[in-house]
């Protein structure tokens, strides 16, 4: 079992930044890839970023990619979102997500364990 716990999430205006912590624990080795996933109302659940555990590599989905990092604090077990440049569309409920493997594209059926959740909402 692995646990996640994500937090950061706000308000913001259009052009601000917001980093989100993803705080995990658990038996990660079997879970080594972590993604962030975000879904708006009425929208599907999609792929932002994700970072393997044991190698670092790094992926980001198309619509995000120069805006967002993805990066993890081993010491702490946490990884983090750190986004800038952020629009409207951006607004979401942001989730931390851990799986046994980092594969592509980016799907939500890849991982198995999930945080609650964490909102972002970016004002014009």
């Known amino acids: 079992q692995v646990q996640l716990a994500e937090s950061g999430g706000g308000s913001v205006q259009s052009g601000g930044s917001l980093r989100l912590s993803c705080a995990v624990s658990?038996?990660?080795?079997?879970?080594?890839?972590l993604g962030w996933f975000r879904q708006a109302p009425g929208k599907e659940r999609e792929g932002v970023a994700r970072?393997?555990?044991?190698?670092?590599?790094?992926y980001y989905a198309d619509s995000v990619k120069g805006r967002v990092t993805i990066s993890q604090d081993s010491t702490k077990n946490t990884v983090y979102l750190e986004m800038n440049s952020l629009k409207p569309e951006d607004t979401a409920m942001y989730y931390c997500?851990?799986?046994?493997?980092?594969?592509?594209?980016?799907?939500?059926?890849?991982?198995?364990?999930w945080g609650q959740g964490t909102q972002v909402n970016v004002s014009s």
């Open positions: 970072i393997s555990s044991v190698t670092s590599g790094t």
């Open positions: 997500a851990a799986g046994p493997s980092c594969r592509l594209p980016l799907r939500p059926t890849d991982f198995d364990y």
């Open positions: 658990g038996n990660t080795y079997r879970s080594p890839c």
